[in-house]
T-cell receptor, first 112, second 115 residues
Framework: AQSVTQLGSHVSVSEGALVLLRCNYS??????LFWYVQYPNQGLQLLLK??????LVKGINGFEAEFKKSETSFHLTKPSAHMSDAAEYFC??????????FGAGTQVVVTP | NAGVTQTPKFQVLKTGQSMTLQCAQD?????MYWYRQDPGMGLRLIYY???????DKGEVPNGYNVSRLNKREFSLRLESAAPSQTSVYFC??????????????FGSGTRLTVV
């Protein structure tokens, strides 16, 4: 079975500071890993994904994530937070049939 | 714009009432999904349809039924609504391409309140 655990339900960062959102996964098969973002009153949209190959994955809006098999982690980072990054972020893993299993989410607040 | 369309956007039901949430996609995707989102619990899969003509239960199917009407449309029905079904419901779609698995397109959601 597949599962993900997101550490921290709320994260507050200052504008211009590093954004770091933590995600650990459990998977019985080689994982496909994802980060999705949800802006207020909207659906989720794909931020980035890891399938195979390069372990450092770059996504939209300056975000990137690194797959570390030895640590079963897929943490999301952005070097410099912007006010527009305020949103909820979800880490997810697929099973072999393509169904996504989501983490509980991390709400990001950006302060001026 | 191509995407996933959900109707209605908001709904208030009384306990025991029934309703159907509609979802349509024009992405030419084979697979469709219904999730519910509750605070602190992320998104949980209710039902999914891997391809036209098939439906399967997800993690939390009790109290719900689905219909895959055709390739574009996948509806979710609450036969007798309960307060525990107060939630935000999301429909999503994806291709059957193995390399693209997990890359979903989501609708904007239906916010349902059962009183």
């Amino acid at each position: 079975a597949q599962s993900v655990t997101q550490l921290g339900s709320h994260v507050s960062v200052s504008e211009g500071a590093l954004v770091l959102l933590r995600c650990n996964y459990s998977s019985s098969v080689p994982p496909y890993l994802f980060w999705y973002v949800q802006y207020p009153n909207q659906g989720l949209q794909l931020l980035l994904k890891y399938t195979t190959g390069a372990t450092l994955v770059k996504g939209i809006n300056g975000f990137e994530a690194e797959f570390k098999k030895s640590e079963t982690s897929f943490h999301l980072t952005k070097p410099s937070a912007h006010m527009s990054d305020a949103a909820e972020y979800f880490c997810a893993v697929t099973d072999s049939w393509g169904k996504l299993q989501f983490g509980a989410g991390t709400q990001v607040v950006v302060t001026p | 714009n191509a995407g996933v369309t959900q109707t209605p956007k908001f709904q208030v039901l009384k306990t025991g009432q029934s309703m159907t949430l509609q979802c349509a996609q024009d992405m030419n995707h084979n697979s469709m999904y219904w999730y519910r989102q509750d605070p602190g619990m992320g998104l949980r899969l209710i039902y999914y349809s891997a391809s036209e003509g098939t439906t399967d239960k997800g993690e939390v199917p009790n109290g719900y039924n689905v219909s895959r009407l055709n390739k574009r449309e996948f509806s979710l029905r609450l036969e007798s609504a309960a307060p525990s079904q107060t939630s935000v419901y999301f429909c999503a779609s994806s291709t059957l391409n193995f390399l693209d698995r997990g890359s979903y397109t989501f609708g904007s959601g239906t916010r349902l309140t059962v009183v």
